[in-house]
T-cell receptor, first 113, second 113 residues
Framework: SQTIHQWPATLVQPVGSPLSLECTVEGTSNPNLYWYRQAAGRGLQLLFYSVGIGQISSEVPQNLSASRPQDRQFILSSKKLLLSDSGFYLC????????????FGNGTRLTVT | KNQVEQSPQSLIILEGKNCTLQCNYTVSPFSNLRWYKQDTGRGPVSLTIMTFSENTKSNGRYTATLDADTKQSSLHITASQLSDSASYICVVSTAYGTDKLIFGTGTRLQVFP
């Protein structure tokens, strides 16, 4: 069966520090991978998605970047965190088929102080 | 503008009772509509996915309906349990793939004994 791992679960970082969140998927090949951010009282916002190794699409210009160094590994990074980067970050995967469900990880709660 | 609106924002019911959550959308073109359940501090979990031609789909005690003409959907929960306490998120996909999902802000359901 397929599983998705996302870590860390919680993170407190000072403003200006770097960030690296990692997500890995097991049990499937060539998944579509996604990074979402969820702010309180707002719907999930798509940050990045990838349909293959090295292929990254950005939905919202921001202080963050994403990379996909391996087929089932997706990394969210920042060189210098801002206060506004605080939030709940979710990694997800899906197969490349219309109407296929998104499978989410359990998220990382990031607090920038 | 593509939007998904959910009502009510929050709901409190007693264990064993039924409830219905509403979702109205103004998304075009339309591909499918999804309902997710999100426990506090966890990632969303898919409940149902309905395409244009489907007007009802069940997953255990959860039954989703879709009226594509009026652009409305509902999620009915039968015989609620304490474990149903969660946020329920309505998501509409445009015809351009799973990377074009419009998320509602969710309904927060609390089930009390």
């Amino acid at each position: 069966s397929q599983t998705i791992h996302q870590w860390p679960a919680t993170l407190v970082q000072p403003v200006g520090s770097p960030l690296s969140l990692e997500c890995t998927v097991e049990g499937t090949s060539n998944p579509n991978l996604y990074w979402y951010r969820q702010a309180a009282g707002r719907g999930l916002q798509l940050l990045f998605y990838s349909v293959g190794i090295g292929q990254i699409s950005s939905e919202v210009p921001q202080n963050l970047s994403a990379s996909r160094p391996q087929d089932r590994q997706f990394i969210l990074s920042s060189k210098k965190l801002l206060l506004s980067d605080s939030g709940f970050y979710l990694c997800a995967w899906s197969v490349s088929r219309e109407s296929s469900p998104l499978h989410f990880g359990n998220g990382t709660r990031l607090t920038v102080t | 503008k593509n939007q998904v609106e959910q009502s009510p924002q929050s709901l409190i019911i007693l264990e064993g009772k039924n409830c219905t959550l509403q979702c109205n959308y103004t998304v075009s073109p339309f591909s499918n509509l999804r309902w997710y359940k999100q426990d506090t501090g966890r990632g969303p979990v898919s409940l149902t996915i309905m395409t244009f031609s489907e007007n009802t789909k069940s997953n255990g005690r959860y039954t989703a309906t879709l009226d594509a003409d009026t652009k409305q959907s509902s999620l009915h929960i039968t015989a609620s349990q304490l474990s149903d306490s969660a946020s329920y998120i309505c998501v509409v996909s445009t015809a351009y793939g799973t990377d074009k999902l419009i998320f509602g802000t969710g309904t927060r359901l609390q089930v009390f004994p």
